[in-house]
């Protein structure tokens, strides 16, 4: 089975700042996607970034962006120049291509991020 | 315009009694999902279903039961076998036709039972 580890259970950042938030997965699949979900306080869950497994280039999304190491199997967020509209629960998802349980979702227990201004 | 409808988004029960979380979507999409959210758990799977009238437990089943009549609906009874069922429950769906396309999800429904 997968599991996927987000070890900062809650985060602050300043305005205008960068940060970076850390996941880890394990997983003996070598086909699978990797993504990034934002949830906030309207509990609405909202995909932010999504990275292919078998792609090297790390996926950007205009402020968003990814930090994918395959081998070390982690898979981080970088969010630069926060806005106060950031913060959020973000929680990291793995989702595997083979076998029988295809496109269901494995959720890390998520990073509460908070903006300050 | 096209989406995942859960309804109510609030709800509440005594316990002993079941419940049925209404999950409608209307973006044509094969698959469906229901998700349960606690304090510092992440999200957790309850059921799936890929096609209509098939679907298979997730991670946690026990206590609930679905069914898939109908493509656009996907129902989660709560049952009063589920021992802690207070918690903020998630529908999602997919097109689940071998893409990349991630889960889109409804607005959920807060379910207390006392």
């Known amino acids: 089975a997968q599991t996927v580890t987000q070890s900062q259970p809650e985060m602050s950042v300043q305005e205008a700042e960068t940060v970076t938030l850390s996941c880890t997965y394990d997983t003996s699949e070598n086909n699978y996607y990797l993504f990034w979900y934002k949830q906030p306080p309207s509990r609405q869950m909202i995909l932010v970034i999504r990275q292919e497994a078998y792609k090297q280039q790390n996926a950007t999304e205009n402020r968003f962006s990814v930090n994918f190491q395959k081998a070390a199997k982690s898979f981080s967020l970088k969010i630069s120049d926060s806005q106060l509209g950031d913060t959020a629960m973000y929680f990291c998802?793995?989702?595997?291509?083979?076998?029988?349980?295809?496109?269901?979702?494995?959720f890390g227990k998520g990073t509460l991020l908070t903006v300050n201004p | 315009d096209g989406g995942i409808t859960q309804s109510p988004k609030y709800l509440f029960r005594k316990e002993g009694q079941n419940v049925t979380l209404s999950c409608e979507q209307n973006?044509?999409?094969?698959?469906m999902y229901w998700y349960r959210q606690d304090p510092g758990q992440g999200l957790r799977l309850i059921y799936y279903s890929q096609i209509v009238n098939d679907f298979q437990k997730g991670d946690i089943a026990e206590g609930y039961s679905v069914s898939r009549e109908k493509k656009e609906s996907f129902p989660l009874t709560v049952t009063s076998a589920q021992k802690n069922p207070t918690a903020f429950y998630l529908c999602a769906s997919s097109p689940g036709t071998g893409n990349n396309s991630p889960l889109h999800f409804g607005n959920g429904t807060r379910l207390t039972v006392t």
């Open positions: 973006l044509n999409h094969d698959a």
């Open positions: 998802a793995f989702m595997k291509l083979s076998g029988g349980s295809n496109y269901k979702l494995t």
